[in-house]
């Protein structure tokens, strides 16, 4: 039998830890029916190829301009179209981001994450923004915007500002997704995904638990991430944080397991992702984050606010990390590969 031949005559489980962008639906489905606890054993050893399994990037989001988005998305408190009770407020001075980059980047953070309630930025806003890029670059921290759609054109403005970063999630399945939004559609997400992966930006892309979505839809979703033509950089798996005005409040919340299920697959489908414990933990016990770093998250946000709902205060992330033995990752190893002994060590464990 050629090489060719036993690859693809291998099962599904021999086949994890390659990074693949020909998933099939089916592939995933079967992800998804494992025992839990083959499940996590695969997730672990495939994270350990690719990341040591005791460190977490650490990122920290701030929301340079609040509310008044004109889109309707259903689980956001920041649309106008809905009474959420949050006060908007305009796009912030160049100096006061500069402050709150400082702050936490002394607390730890690597990456600085700034968001924009935009349907997409105007050019003003946009030059605005490419200074807050420019700044924060020069302190020697990663940067992340998310500004609603772009154009190819501002795609490459940011790029040339020096992003590192641009988050554009695609929340939930296609087949799901127009029960979710109406103001803009699938496509025009994908189309935003392409202009920065075609910029040269790396694409931070994930998507929401607890939007009403099946099993079904969140496989697809996995499989809309795992099959781009280049996995996320950065995947970030949400638990929806429900506020009250939202048509999506008293949704029924994800099953814990579920959830960390779903993170365990994100890390088989795309193993040298970032898989972001994002929005959501500050409703998680101590022992389903812990489940979901074994399950191969290894980003969260740290600080005790997200763009406009709360976040674990950081010394409850620090006494978390304690327990678990966890560190942050330096900024210089976030994309480098493991050491040639682990990586031996490790390739023995698939082989296995």
Same mark, same amino acid.
């Given at each position: #039998?050629?090489?060719? &031949? !036993?690859?693809?005559?291998?099962?599904?489980?021999?086949?994890?830890?390659?990074v693949?962008?020909?998933?099939?639906?089916?592939e995933?489905r079967?992800?998804?029916?494992?025992?839990?606890?083959?499940?996590?054993?695969?997730?672990?050893r495939?994270h350990?190829?690719?990341f040591?399994p005791?460190?977490v990037?650490?990122?920290?989001?701030?929301?340079?301009?609040?509310?008044?988005?004109? +889109?309707? @998305?259903s689980?956001?408190s920041?649309?106008?179209?809905?009474?959420?009770?949050?006060?908007? +407020?305009? $796009?912030m001075?160049?100096?006061d981001? #500069?402050?709150?980059?400082? !702050?936490?980047?002394a607390?730890?953070a690597?990456r600085? @994450?700034?968001?924009? !309630?935009?349907?997409?930025p105007?050019?003003?806003?946009?030059?605005?923004?490419?200074? #807050?890029?420019k700044?924060?670059?020069?302190?020697?921290?990663?940067? @992340?915007?998310? $500004?609603? #759609?772009l154009?190819?054109?501002?795609a490459?403005?940011?790029?040339?500002?020096?992003?590192?970063?641009?988050?554009?999630?695609?929340?939930?399945? /296609?087949?799901?997704?127009?029960?979710?939004?109406?103001?803009?559609?699938?496509?025009?997400?994908?189309?935003?995904?392409?202009a920065?992966?075609?910029?040269?930006?790396?694409?931070c892309c994930?998507?929401?638990?607890?939007?009403?979505?099946? /099993?079904?839809?969140? !496989? +697809?979703?996995?499989?809309t991430?795992?099959t781009?033509?280049?996995h996320?950089?950065?995947?970030?798996i949400?638990?929806?944080?429900?506020?009250q005005?939202?048509p999506?409040?008293?949704?029924?919340?994800?099953?814990a397991?579920?959830?960390?299920?779903?993170?365990a697959?994100?890390?088989l489908?795309?193993?040298?992702?970032?898989?972001?414990?994002?929005?959501?933990?500050s409703?998680?016990?101590? &022992?389903?984050?812990?489940?979901?770093?074994?399950?191969?998250?290894?980003?969260i946000?740290y600080?005790?606010?997200?763009?406009?709902?709360?976040n674990?205060? &950081?010394d409850?992330?620090?006494?978390?990390?304690?327990?678990l033995?966890?560190?942050?990752?330096?900024?210089a190893?976030?994309?480098?590969?493991?050491?040639c002994s682990r990586?031996?060590?490790?390739?023995?464990?698939?082989?296995?």
């Amino acid at each position: #039998m050629t090489r060719s &031949e !036993a690859v693809r005559n291998a099962t599904l489980v021999d086949r994890l830890g390659a990074v693949r962008t020909d998933w099939t639906l089916d592939e995933v489905r079967e992800l998804f029916a494992l025992p839990f606890s083959d499940l996590m054993y695969h997730a672990q050893r495939v994270h350990r190829l690719y990341f040591d399994p005791n460190q977490v990037q650490i990122s920290t989001l701030l929301s340079i301009k609040t509310g008044a988005c004109p +889109e309707d @998305c259903s689980y956001c408190s920041q649309s106008i179209r809905f009474e959420t009770g949050l006060k908007s +407020e305009p $796009l912030m001075d160049l100096s006061d981001v #500069m402050e709150k980059a400082r !702050a936490a980047k002394a607390n730890g953070a690597t990456r600085f @994450c700034m968001g924009a !309630a935009y349907r997409s930025p105007k050019p003003k806003q946009l030059a605005q923004i490419v200074d #807050m890029i420019k700044g924060v670059r020069a302190m020697g921290m990663e940067t @992340c915007v998310t $500004l609603g #759609m772009l154009t190819p054109d501002q795609a490459h403005q940011l790029k040339d500002a020096g992003l590192d970063y641009y988050n554009h999630n695609l929340d939930t399945s /296609e087949s799901h997704y127009k029960k979710v939004i109406t103001t803009r559609t699938y496509q025009d997400r994908l189309d935003t995904l392409e202009a920065v992966r075609n910029a040269g930006i790396n694409v931070c892309c994930g998507g929401i638990l607890g939007l009403g979505e099946k /099993e079904q839809d969140r !496989a +697809e979703l996995l499989h809309t991430l795992a099959t781009l033509p280049q996995h996320p950089d950065s995947v970030p798996i949400n638990q929806l944080m429900q506020v009250q005005g939202t048509p999506l409040y008293g949704a029924e919340k994800p099953d814990a397991l579920d959830f960390v299920r779903v993170i365990a697959i994100a890390r088989l489908l795309m193993p040298k992702a970032h898989v972001r414990l994002s929005a959501g933990r500050s409703g998680m016990s101590d &022992e389903t984050q812990a489940l979901a770093f074994l399950a191969g998250a290894n980003s969260i946000f740290y600080g005790d606010k997200l763009l406009t709902t709360e976040n674990p205060e &950081e010394d409850k992330d620090r006494q978390l990390f304690a327990k678990l033995g966890i560190t942050a990752e330096p900024l210089a190893q976030q994309h480098s590969a493991p050491t040639c002994s682990r990586r031996h060590e490790d390739e023995q464990l698939i082989a296995s």
